[in-house]
């Protein structure tokens, strides 16, 4: 797991030797440098460092490699042999990638941190030297010092390739980015000049050229709108700043390098200060994390934390009250039944809220009392009324399925049962819930047999044809069959 919370109090910057074989390290706030205790260093070019896992990167030209260590020596590697020559590098922390630019084969290539996904972006370049991602546009953007010197860029996989500029140049070495003001620095080896200008190339300025004192540039960098670079005349590294138009100094610390060459300077999304109130924690080059001072929030730290009013409650207020409350100011709450009751809350700087400094209960006042006796005794009534209402419904109900009944609702075939063998032209009538009646009679104007049946099981009853019986069943005959 990358180590996501790697903090810089101020910047590293990186310089190899190529003629002495050794790399240097110093801070920005004090420029002392001091070798770093790699092995097997003989040609270093080029140097970059990935701020997530603190590991230094470099080309060596004499052997042919790309390397890899800690800053303090530990677990140094050979990411890459077989190279031509291997003049640019750059360290993308944010996707794990490596890019470098190799003079011999005239390639621009890249490759994982882990050593995987080698790739070839580009086969057919001249002299390419310096090389490097502008988080802006996530451009790629080197220089070639060839038979047509040019600065060029492209896509992150090579594609989209387009010159920005091939005019009034020499030999392009060195170049970075200018974050604050979001222009492309480079210097130029045979016209002894640093320029700049826009992404696209438009803008271009001159920054320092050799009207102001002999000098050699290679490599260059830009930190908090101060330009350094590393120089073969003064075996050192210069410096000039926007409001400073003497000749630039020379560090002491560094001039016994003899030639000072690859020149890199940490730059990670700290590097442009963007805690307003808060300390700046780098996630790689474009990403970050703010610890805020107390009473700040928000990405940036930039934030006021504020308290708003809180609601009173019916039985008590709040004293003076305003909108808005700073971290740390107070309110009193006051009951309304009993002046001398109440207690203070205080603006929390951290969270926002409120802390009270002890509960307070308040004398219910009569007109919540009355309210609250109104609310009891209405939700009594609506709760009668509708049991009231749902015993209607019930009884309304029952008593419409017995009069069904009783004016005869004929139920389905199949909720009757079997019906009994019955002769001709049978008759049925419905007298109850439970009995049916069913009509022998083959011929109208006889009287025929009556028979009944039960609607439970089917079966058929006894046998109506008493003759005592036989005005009731004339009379319930003539009934049925009108």
């Known amino acids: 797991m990358r180590?996501?919370?790697?903090?810089?109090?101020?910047?590293?910057?990186?310089?190899?030797?190529?003629?002495?074989?050794?790399?240097?390290?110093?801070?920005?706030?004090?420029l002392n440098f001091r070798q770093l205790p790699f092995l097997f260093v003989q040609k270093p070019v080029a140097v970059g460092y990935d701020v997530i896992a603190k590991e230094v990167y470099w080309t060596d030209v004499e052997r042919k490699t790309l390397s890899a260590a800690q800053i303090d020596g530990s677990n140094q590697r050979i990411v890459v042999q077989g190279l031509g020559v291997p003049d640019g590098l750059f360290v993308d922390?944010?996707?794990e990638t490596i890019f470098w630019t190799d003079t011999d084969f005239k390639t621009i290539e890249s490759i994982q941190f882990d050593g995987s996904n080698q790739r070839v972006l580009i086969n057919d370049v001249d002299m390419p030297r310096a090389i490097m991602i502008v988080p802006e546009n996530r451009k790629l953007y080197w220089t070639d010092w060839g038979s047509t010197p040019k600065i060029e860029m492209s896509n992150r996989d090579g594609s989209g390739r387009q010159m920005i500029l091939d005019t009034d140049i020499g030999w392009p070495n060195g170049i970075t980015y200018d974050m604050q003001g979001n222009r492309l620095i480079w210097c130029d080896a045979l016209l002894d000049k640093i320029e700049s200008c826009d992404l696209d190339g438009g803008g271009r300025k001159i920054l320092l050229d050799s009207t102001h004192g002999a000098f050699h540039p290679f490599g260059v960098i830009v930190y908090k709108s101060t330009v350094m670079w590393s120089d073969w005349v003064l075996k050192g590294v210069g410096?000039?700043?926007?409001?400073?138009?003497?000749w630039p100094g020379l560090?002491?610390?560094?001039?016994?390098?003899?030639?000072?060459?690859?020149?890199?300077?940490?730059?990670?999304?700290?590097?442009?200060?963007?805690?307003?109130f808060g300390t700046c924690h780098p996630l790689g080059v474009s990403n970050y994390e703010c610890d805020c001072v107390t009473g700040f929030t928000g990405k940036d730290c930039n934030t006021a934390i504020t308290c708003a009013l809180p609601i009173e409650s019916?039985?008590?207020?709040?004293?003076?009250?305003k909108n808005l409350y700073t971290p740390g100011e107070r309110i009193t709450i006051t009951c309304n039944n009993n002046g001398n009751a109440s207690t203070t809350w205080i603006c929390n700087a951290s969270s926002g809220y409120w802390d009270a400094t002890e509960d307070l209960k308040c004398p219910e006042s009569a007109m919540n009392h009355t309210g609250r006796w109104i609310g009891i005794a209405s939700g009594v009534i609506i709760l009668a009324v509708l049991v009231l209402t749902a015993f209607c419904v019930f009884a309304y109900i029952k008593r419409r399925k017995q009069r069904q009944v009783n004016n005869g609702n004929i139920p389905e075939p199949q909720e009757r049962g079997p019906l009994p063998h019955v002769p001709q032209h049978p008759i049925y009538m419905d007298m109850d819930e439970?009995?049916?009646?069913?009509?022998?009679?083959s011929n109208p104007n006889s009287i025929g047999h009556i028979y009944d049946t039960n609607l439970v099981d089917g079966k058929a009853g006894a046998q109506r044809d008493s003759r005592e019986d036989q005005p009731r069943y004339e009379t319930m005959l003539r009934s049925i069959t009108q």
């Open 251 to 276: 560090y002491s610390s560094v001039s016994f390098i003899a030639q000072p060459s690859g020149f890199h300077v940490v730059v990670d999304s700290c590097s442009a200060e963007p805690c307003s």
């Open 239 to 246: 410096v000039e700043e926007p409001d400073n138009q003497t």
């Open 93 to 95: 922390s944010d996707n």
């Open 434 to 441: 439970d009995q049916h009646y069913y009509s022998g009679i």
């Open 314 to 321: 019916e039985d008590s207020h709040i004293e003076d009250p």
């Open 3 to 30: 180590n996501l919370f790697y903090f810089l109090a101020d910047s590293l910057m990186f310089l190899t030797d190529l003629s002495g074989g050794a790399i240097y390290v110093a801070h920005t706030n004090n």
